[in-house]
């Protein structure tokens, strides 16, 4: 029988040996727009480092960047200046499609509204990334990931009849089941009652501590953010220091 740490290592080989490179750099990330007044920063400067495993909350008042910089982050939005590496690579120095290949090789994104296909059961959900990627145990991979999350009995179900905590459940399945180098979350129990949000904010930990994923998430929620190892607060658009 493996122990506890075979079978950790056994879900994600790179425990074994944890690389040098950091998983997430970003190195004076800065957004800007133009609008009817001139120029609007949305974002000034912001550095940032995760390592494997680490987790981290990006917390801050209502406007103050926090979703941008995770889409920027992601590579889901470009930043006026600066860079973003993930696994080592420079996102911005990637073309559109191969950068987003590269988000598929590394990275799951949960969003606070889900974003479920409602047209395709929680299983056929969580087995599209194993399906874009060629998996040929996309079914069973699908099926083991929704019994961790406690979702057995609705594999068949579609988001229509789910309540929120099961869909953001889905969510959460889907974003794991390709074992992601980084797992980055937008407010995930933003929409969710406080216990069926402890509930997930519970499972997100569990699954981050069992697979050893990198977690970054913005939360408005000091409680979860106090779970986090390190906390990076915005105001304005720029990083406020600990003092």
Same mark, same amino acid.
């Given at each position: 029988m493996?122990?506890?740490a075979q079978v950790t290592a056994e879900l994600n080989p790179a425990l074994i040996t944890p690389s040098q490179t950091p998983v997430l750099? %970003?190195? &004076?990330? !800065?957004?800007?727009?133009?609008?009817?007044t001139g120029t609007l920063s949305i974002? $000034?400067?912001?550095? =940032?480092?995760?390592?494997?495993?680490?987790?981290?909350?990006?917390?801050?008042?209502? %406007?103050? &960047?926090? !979703?941008?910089?995770?889409?920027?982050?992601a590579g889901l939005d470009?930043?006026? $200046?600066?860079?973003? =590496?993930?696994?080592g690579q420079d996102?911005?120095?990637?073309?559109?499609?191969a950068r987003a290949a590269w988000r598929g090789q590394h990275?799951?994104?949960?969003?606070?509204?889900?974003?479920?296909?409602?047209?395709?059961t929680a299983l056929e959900n969580v087995m599209?990334?194993?399906e874009l990627a060629s998996r040929k145990d996309a079914r069973s991979?699908?099926?083991?990931?929704?019994?961790?999350?406690?979702?057995?009995?609705?594999?068949?179900?579609?988001?229509?009849?789910?309540?929120?905590?099961?869909?953001?459940?889905?969510?959460?399945?889907?974003?794991?089941?390709?074992?992601?180098?980084?797992?980055?979350?937008?407010?995930?129990?933003g929409s969710l009652d406080f216990a069926t949000g402890e509930s997930v904010m519970q499972l997100m930990f569990a699954l981050n501590a069992e697979v050893g994923t990198t977690l970054l998430l913005v939360t408005h929620d000091q409680g979860i953010a106090k779970r986090c190892q390190q906390t990076l607060t915005l105001a304005a658009g720029q990083v406020v220091l600990p003092g």
């Amino acid at each position: 029988m493996m122990t506890s740490a075979q079978v950790t290592a056994e879900l994600n080989p790179a425990l074994i040996t944890p690389s040098q490179t950091p998983v997430l750099q %970003g190195v &004076g990330v !800065s957004k800007s727009v133009e609008d009817a007044t001139g120029t609007l920063s949305i974002l $000034s400067n912001v550095d =940032l480092t995760l390592s494997q495993g680490q987790t981290m909350a990006i917390v801050g008042a209502s %406007g103050s &960047g926090k !979703s941008t910089l995770l889409s920027i982050l992601a590579g889901l939005d470009t930043p006026s $200046s600066g860079q973003v =590496l993930l696994a080592g690579q420079d996102l911005f120095a990637l073309d559109e499609d191969a950068r987003a290949a590269w988000r598929g090789q590394h990275l799951g994104f949960v969003f606070q509204n889900f974003q479920l296909l409602p047209h395709l059961t929680a299983l056929e959900n969580v087995m599209l990334p194993l399906e874009l990627a060629s998996r040929k145990d996309a079914r069973s991979a699908a099926a083991d990931m929704l019994d961790r999350v406690g979702l057995a009995s609705r594999l068949r179900h579609y988001p229509k009849v789910m309540s929120g905590g099961e869909q953001q459940r889905v969510a959460l399945a889907r974003a794991f089941v390709m074992r992601p180098t980084l797992l980055m979350a937008d407010e995930p129990t933003g929409s969710l009652d406080f216990a069926t949000g402890e509930s997930v904010m519970q499972l997100m930990f569990a699954l981050n501590a069992e697979v050893g994923t990198t977690l970054l998430l913005v939360t408005h929620d000091q409680g979860i953010a106090k779970r986090c190892q390190q906390t990076l607060t915005l105001a304005a658009g720029q990083v406020v220091l600990p003092g």
